[in-house]
């Protein structure tokens, strides 16, 4: 079985630019979240989409939005892209809210800001 | 507030056993996770704690505290494929049950 798949894999932006990154869970999974990773520290909670609602939203701001469809794909997008926000943005899916599920994480995305 | 601390850095020797710790304050708490994450890799899921006390699961270890609001990862016969990043994360129990990640402890296993 698939894991958690993400594109594209590497991406290079400038300043005020754009991006929209993709993520397709674990078949059957119906969480996905977002987070972002800068070198050298651990991941950063952005968002959690559960069932195509939002479920959760960490310290970002509003530049950052995300959605979830109805095949439980999610996309993150960035607005008005600043330098900070070069990092590696990783999603995760797990099957549901509750349980002792762990979350399965994609290969990231590398994003860079010039 | 939300806070997890680990141990920046750790070394050890082929073979030898080491215990990374993880201290956290969450406002919830729903369960702990111990990922670990070669460099340029995703996280990779380890272990997970609800319930004070030990879990094994061959060469690593979990262990719990909820009081003391305190885990450690202990692995045991360190390999050179050991070394990496460890990362201590909490489940709350927001709306959203979302996980609360720790800074990571980076390992490095000397031969």
């Known amino acids: 079985d698939a894991g958690v798949t993400q594109s594209p894999t590497h ?22 979240s977002w987070y972002q990773q800068v070198l050298g520290q651990g991941p950063q909670f952005i968002f959690q989409y559960y ?7 960490g310290n970002f701001p509003d530049r950052f939005s995300a959605r979830q469809f109805p095949n ?7 607005n008005a892209l600043l330098l900070g926000d070069s990092a590696l943005y990783l ?9 002792n599920q762990p979350q399965h994480f994609g290969d990231g995305t ?4 010039l | 507030g939300q806070n997890i601390d680990q141990p920046t850095e750790m070394t050890a020797t082929e073979g030898a056993i080491v215990q990374i710790n993880c201290t956290y304050q969450t406002s919830g708490f729903n369960g702990l996770f111990w990922y670990q994450q070669h460099a340029g890799e995703a996280p ?3 272990s997970y704690n609800v319930l004070d006390g030990l879990e094994e699961k061959g060469r690593f270890s979990s262990f719990l505290s909820r009081s003391k609001g ?13 070394s990496a990043s460890y990362l201590c994360a909490v489940r709350d129990r927001g709306y959203g049950q979302n996980f609360v990640f720790g800074p990571g402890t980076r390992l490095s296993v000397l031969p």
């Open chain 2, 44 to 46: 990779t899921f380890l």
């Open chain 1, 72 to 78: 439980y794909s999610s996309e993150l997008n960035v």
């Open chain 2, 70 to 82: 305190y885990s450690y990862l202990l692995l045991k016969e360190l390999q050179m494929k050991d």
């Open chain 1, 11 to 32: 991406l290079i932006k400038t300043r005020g630019q754009q991006v929209t990154l993709r993520c397709s869970p674990i078949s059957g999974h119906k969480s996905v």
């Open chain 1, 51 to 57: 069932e195509k609602e939002e479920r959760g939203r």
């Open chain 1, 91 to 99: 999603c995760a899916s797990n099957s549901g809210q509750s349980g």
């Open chain 1, 110 to 113: 590398r994003l860079s800001i």
